[in-house]
């Protein structure tokens, strides 16, 4: 325990040592930030300022969108600003904070992703229903407890990761702070904690994947089953955006949490980390936008509205 008390900082992985290709990173990071920061605020603000919009779908849409906002706020900022300064230093501090926020982002967008999956479902296949079970409170109360189960879930891996003492090294093989690379750094035996996350994290997200999948099988039956090829064309554009998202963040995620972590190498921690953590949160807004219609039916009146006013 005296070697945790005296660590007070980590070392990040770089993507090179070379200065040219760190400012080829920060470069490529800043792009990627402002993209997904531009796509996640234009769906937040079209949907606000849209009344067609204000439906329990794009509620909970609105609420995604939040959600990539800070996932890709919480890691992408220290990585450019390392790469800029030539330095891989995080305080423990900043560590401990950057993997609480992360995992309540990620927990909360696994559990708002199922809630949304069940949105459809009812609203497919049981229409007449939709209106009261989908009310305003119901809404608000899902929503709510998709945060609360974030934190709560962020704070138990938060607390149970950073108990342990770290004196093997300093040095984190990721870009931002993740506890399958933080619990290599423990020097007492976490074999017990890895497993204890790993079968907590994988119960989790399989409960919420086998509910989507269950989900989605009702919905494409009754879809099949609806007669007009426009009604079909109108339930396929919002159930298609959602099952993509849904697909991205849950593949690239099982795959970073639910691979051994002793056998991964840099470089593959480094892709899988990027592939997971800052893809989802900017294709989101891309996938809705293009696929659904009524996303990009109120982009383009909120396009159209700034330009008015602008002239």
Known sequence: MSNQTTLTEFLLLGFSDIWELQILHFVVFLMIYLVGLMGNLLIITAIALDPHLHTPMYFFLVNLSILDLGSISVTIPKSMVNSLMNTKVISYPGCVTQVFLFVVFTSTDLALLTIMAYDRYVAICQPLHYESVMNRRACVQMAASAWITGIV?????????????????????????????????????????????????????????????????????????????????????????????????LCTGFFEYLKPTSISASGLDLLVGVLYSLVPPVMNPIIYSMRNTEIKAALKKLIVWRLFTRN
């Open 153 to 249: 879930n962020s704070a138990l891996h938060t607390g149970n990761t950073f108990r342990l003492p770290f004196c093997q090294t300093n040095v984190v093989h990721q870009f931002f702070c993740e506890i399958p690379q933080l619990l290599k750094l423990a020097c007492s035996d976490s074999y017990l904690s890895e497993i204890g996350l790993l079968a907590f994290s994988g119960l989790l997200g399989l409960n919420c994947f086998v509910f989507i999948i269950l989900s989605y099988v009702q919905i494409f039956k009754a879809v099949l089953r609806i007669p007009s090829e426009q009604g079909q064309h109108k339930a396929f554009s919002t159930c298609l955006p959602h099952l993509t998202v849904v697909s991205l963040f």
